[in-house]
């Protein structure tokens, strides 16, 4: 029995419900006028749907800075068919037409500085048909963007530990400037830290 890896698999998951603690928390603080709130249904359901959207903003600020650099990219929400988060289309040029496939992961930073735990899927991975995973970490009402080609994530996670479901964990953190991946040990990732210029990569 690897008693070293069933250890850190234990301590992979303390550090995960102290985040979902901190979440929780957080938002019981936002419930603390809901007694108030309640008799006027209306203001319940906008602080309801205020809590539900953070993810999709998070997103959005994604698609609209990609979508203020290239003019020539049209970018859309992607759909579980194409099993993308994010699908631009080149609208003019020798290109035209031609489409690119992300995945998107948000995290929500708890601490003094940014730093959000993202899980990816072997199996998404292994979809070729991807071209692209962006992980953002919300901090302080700032997003905070690391950008990697489908190849270059292959590749970073061949230093990484696969878990018993299949699932890689990441450990993205901003501290002092410096931006780092530290759930496998630390590793500087400032090279794919707000690297919109990937998208000049896959478009060529």
């Given at each position: ?37 309640i008799k006027n249904n209306k ?13 999709s903003i998070a997103r959005q ?81 700032k997003f905070y963007n690391f ?58």
């Open positions: 029995m690897n008693y070293e890896t069933i250890i850190l698999e234990l301590m992979t998951r303390v550090q995960a419900l102290e985040q979902k603690v901190k979440i929780l928390e957080e938002k019981n603080k936002k419930y603390d006028d809901v007694i108030e709130m203001d319940f359901e906008e602080q309801d749907e205020e809590i539900k959207i953070t993810r600020q994604v698609m609209n800075k990609i979508a203020n650099l290239y003019k020539y990219l049209d970018v859309k929400k992607g759909n579980r068919a194409t099993r993308a988060d994010i699908i631009l289309t080149v609208n003019n040029g020798e290109n035209k037409g031609e489409q690119f496939f992300g995945k998107f992961y948000y995290s929500k930073s708890h601490l003094e500085y940014p730093a959000g735990w993202h899980t990816v899927k072997a199996v998404d991975l292994e979809n070729d048909n991807l071209d692209f995973h962006i992980f953002t970490v919300s901090h302080e009402d950008l990697f080609t489908h190849e270059e994530l292959k590749q970073y996670v061949q230093q990484k530990k696969m878990d018993s479901s299949d699932q890689y964990y990441f450990y993205f953190q901003v501290v002092n400037g410096k931006a780092i991946e530290n759930r496998d040990g630390e590793r500087n990732v400032q090279s794919n830290f707000e690297n919109w210029k990937m998208f000049e990569q896959l478009i060529k």
